[in-house]
Every structure is written in C-alpha cells, then in structure tokens.
C-alpha cells in the first residue's frame, strides 16, 4: 500500500515518536491528522507543521474518535498515543491499562467501523522483559516487567485476535528503544545530555542495564515501510538496531562528544527500578525480509545529532520547557 494521496491518523502525534512519524509521512505525500491529548505529547513538537496538517485535540479511550476517522475519510491509522513513562506506572498502574490496553481496543474498533484499510500498532520490546536470549527476535517469551509492559503486551493480544477473530488490518511493531531530538520524557539519553551539559558528575540508576538504541529518524522510516508492506498485515515486527549499550557505556560516549574528559557516576537507590529489565537486544531479521530494514545512523552519529538540537533549543527538552511554564503559572498565582 502506498501511502501518497493516502488520508493518515496519528494517535500521539505529538510526542517524541508521533512528531517525527508525522514529519517522514509528509515526505511520503501522505494527508497527516493528529489526534492527541498533548498530555504526553507537545505542541512545540509540531508547531512548525501546523499549516500542514489537521490537529484534533482528543483521548483515544473517546468512543467519539470513529466520527473524526469517517469525517476525515481515514485510510491508515498509526496508533502512538499511550502513558509511555515507566516511572509514572508505578504510581498510576489502572490508568496506564485503561489508555494502554483498554485505549487500543478503542482505536481498532473505531477503525473497523470506519473502514480504515490498515493500522500499525505501536508495541515495544519492554513486553519482551529482560532479553533470555540475544539477539531477541519475535519468538522471544514475554515476561513484562512494568504496568506499562503489562499494558502494552495486553495491546498486542487484543490486536492479534482482532485481527483472527474481526478481520482487522492489524500490524504490532514492537519498537525498541528510540533517541533523539524532541524527547518529551526524561528517559537515560536525554538526562544523560542534561546532566552532562553542566557537570561532569552523574547521578543515575541502573547503570548496567543495556538497550537497543535506534536514531528517531531511522526509527521514522522504518514504521512507515512496514506500514506500506502488505505482507506485515497480521505479523508482529521488532524495529531496532541489533546492538545494545549499557547505561555506563552511553555516559562515557556522551561525556567525550560533550567535551568532559572524565566523568564520575553516583547510583542513587530512588532511580532503581522496582523490577528492572536488564537487557534488550534487537534480532529485526523479520524487518530485514519483509522492508529490507538496515539502521542507517550509527550511535555516534545519533547522539552528536541529538547533543546539537539540545543546544540550538535553549539546552532544554520540551518536559523541561513544560515544567518551567507550569512552575511560571503557579508563581503568577493563576
């Protein structure tokens, strides 16, 4: 399925993700619609696309989301939109499950009713747990770790019986992680360059857990070639880079590209996690046969790309931005 002149729904279109997924499908000739609660998301992220696209303000747990999807005539709907902080679950478990989980259903249900020809649900390799093996490809066991986890792998069972039981055009990616300009949540690379960007003295967490790190606008096109593969209908595909670094060794490489000649690492109790996924490691074999998926942009390359829109935008992250607006606010006394 092309997806030129093609009508497109992005839940989270916002986000850190959404707003890039947004920007690759306007390269596409694609008619882009956000729809998002700018809860997660930010407007800043797509300020400079609002005169070509059409933005709905809206939850995707609103029954009400079929009518935008007949209204705009809707081929394609990727569906980003999710509680996607691991910290936050902690604290609000029920809620994560009902936009997660219960927020999905919603979305293809909607989409059914509306005749959308194809959706790409967005999951993550955090179903997958810690890696029992690596590289982990699709056969990999799901032994979630988080709430959000949870939620997200009830999403993946729920779209692949939807697709058996309702014939609905389904596609799970399984993203792992992603890195870039415009995070809208404080995750290990974007503190990293925050703490970094003052000091050569890090307080971090797990400073052994690995991950599977893939640049934003790698992780752009891909989600937007197995959306145009008729053969990924029904399948679910890991999308990532097929090699992991340490939080350790991230601090390291991030500290010589910001000019620090050594750093010195605190563990802080308060930044462990309660149940902590200690490696994840791509095998996107299937992506590989399916769009002929190969990772461009390399971890250097990623992160000095990162680091220079970091300084061009103020030395701040669109949260810290957020944060700084809100506090303003509340001083004001409004």
């Known amino acids: 399925m092309e997806l030129s002149g093609r009508n497109v729904f992005v839940t989270g279109g916002a986000g850190f993700i959404g707003s890039a997924l947004v920007r690759e499908l306007l390269k596409e000739g694609s008619s882009v619609v956000i729809y998002d609660n700018y809860l997660s998301g930010d407007l800043s992220n797509i300020q400079e696309l609002k005169d070509d ?10 029954t009400k989301i079929v009518n935008h999807l ?5 081929d394609c709907v990727f569906n980003l939109a999710a509680e996607p902080y691991i910290p936050h679950c902690y604290d609000r478990p029920k809620n994560f499950f009902e936009v997660n989980a219960n927020g999905a259903l919603n979305v293809m249900l909607s989409s059914k009713e509306a005749g959308v020809k194809r959706i790409l649900q967005y999951s993550s390799s955090e179903v997958y747990g810690t890696a029992q093996y690596v590289p982990m490809d699709e056969h990999h066991p799901t032994i979630p770790c988080s709430t959000y ?13 939807l697709y058996h039981e309702q014939n609905i055009p389904i596609i799970i990616m399984r ?17 990293l360059i925050t703490q970094l960007s003052s000091t050569n003295k890090l307080k971090l967490g797990n400073i052994k857990a690995r991950r ?21 209908v029904g399948e679910v595909v890991n999308l990532g880079f097929g090699k992991d670094w340490s939080v350790e060794e991230l601090a390291h490489i991030i500290a010589e590209l910001m000019g620090h000649d050594s750093i010195e690492i605190e563990v802080e109790d ?14 996107y074999f299937k992506a590989h046969r399916l769009i002929g998926w190969d990772p461009k942009i390399d971890i250097v390359e990623g992160l000095k790309r990162t680091i ?5 935008n103020d030395s701040k992250w669109p949260w810290e931005k957020k944060i700084a607006s809100e506090d303003e606010i509340w001083h004001k006394g409004l």
């Not at 992680?177 to 690379?189: A, D, L």
């Not at 308060?270 to 095998?283: A, H």
Request: aromatic letters at 8%.
């Open 212 to 232: 599977d790190l893939t640049y934003i606008d790698d992780s752009a096109k891909g989600a937007v070639a197995i959306m145009k593969c008729d053969s990924a």
């Open 53 to 62: 696209i059409t933005m709905i303000e809206g939850d995707i747990r609103d």
């Open 175 to 191: 993203q792992f992680n992603t890195y870039g300009p415009r995070e809208t949540h404080p995750y290990i690379i974007p503190e």
């Open 70 to 74: 007949k209204e705009h005539k809707i």
């Open 149 to 161: 986890a949870v939620s997200k792998l009830a999403a993946d069972r729920l779209c692949y019986t």
């Open 270 to 283: 308060v930044r462990l996690r309660p149940l902590d996924v200690e490696r994840l490691q791509c095998n």
């Open 308 to 312: 220079n829109w970091y300084k061009e």
